[in-house]
């Protein structure tokens, strides 16, 4: 915001090197988080004494594989209509799955099942409104949603608001800066809902 009020003519730049800059590191959010599940995080549950809720048991629940995803549809444990989406996700991450065994009554399998049915979606509003969203990308990584949709969100939620407040700046000049500190979080709560009704609506057709 300190450039846009410096040059406002140069504003809507600024977004677009803002947006370049906060995707990166949330790519960099995302690598942090699918890298270091293996060094970090499952040695850490482990240590901890938190695999079985971390991973779940085998006598508790399916192992979470690909090839298991019609069971867990019979048993109830995967909604039908996310079936066909959830074993492309499970393939992508097999590699993961292979090496650390997972179960569907572990925490774990209810990130995945979160970032398989709203992954896109929870990391735009994340990038479009103060949420934190660093967390959610590396959540992300970790959970193993796919990176094109992860970028697309990521590119759309940063690029929108950066743009929003350059947009302002270029058409309102340096005026415009204490309505936008008093109204920005408003005006961004206000066109998330709206976005997320028209998500609804689509859904709904």
């Known amino acids: 915001m300190a450039m846009c009020l410096a040059r406002p003519a140069r504003s809507l730049r600024y977004a677009a090197w ?17 890298f270091l599940f293996g060094t970090v995080v499952h040695p850490a549950m482990e240590w901890l004494g938190l695999s079985s809720a971390w991973f779940g048991d085998p006598a508790e629940g399916l192992r979470v594989l690909a090839a298991n ?4 549809v019979r048993l109830g444990v ?33 990130g ?18 103060f ?14 949603q796919p990176l094109l949709p992860f970028a697309l969100a990521s590119f759309a939620g940063r690029g929108l608001r950066f743009f929003i407040v350059a947009a302002l ?16 979080r408003a005006l961004v709560l206000a066109l998330t809902m709206l976005l997320l009704l028209g998500f609804l609506l689509l859904k709904m057709l």
Not at 69 to 72: D, L, N, S, Y
Not at 84 to 105: D, V
Not at 169 to 184: D, H, K, Y
């Open 78 to 110: 995967v909604p039908a209509d996310s079936a066909s989406s959830l074993e492309r996700f499970l393939t992508a991450i097999s590699p993961q799955l292979e090496h650390y065994r997972m179960y569907t009554g572990g925490l774990f399998f209810k």
């Open 131 to 144: 949420l934190p969203y660093k967390l959610f990308t590396i959540s992300a990584g970790l959970f193993g």
């Open 112 to 129: 995945i099942m979160f970032f398989n049915r709203f992954g896109a979606l929870a990391v735009f509003v994340a990038a479009f409104t």
């Open 69 to 72: 995803v019609g069971e867990m």
């Open 169 to 184: 700046f270029r058409i309102f000049g340096p005026a415009v800066e204490p309505w936008i500190r008093r109204n920005l």
């Open 18 to 34: 803002c947006t370049l800059a906060s995707v990166a590191g949330g790519l960099f959010g995302y690598a942090l988080g699918y």
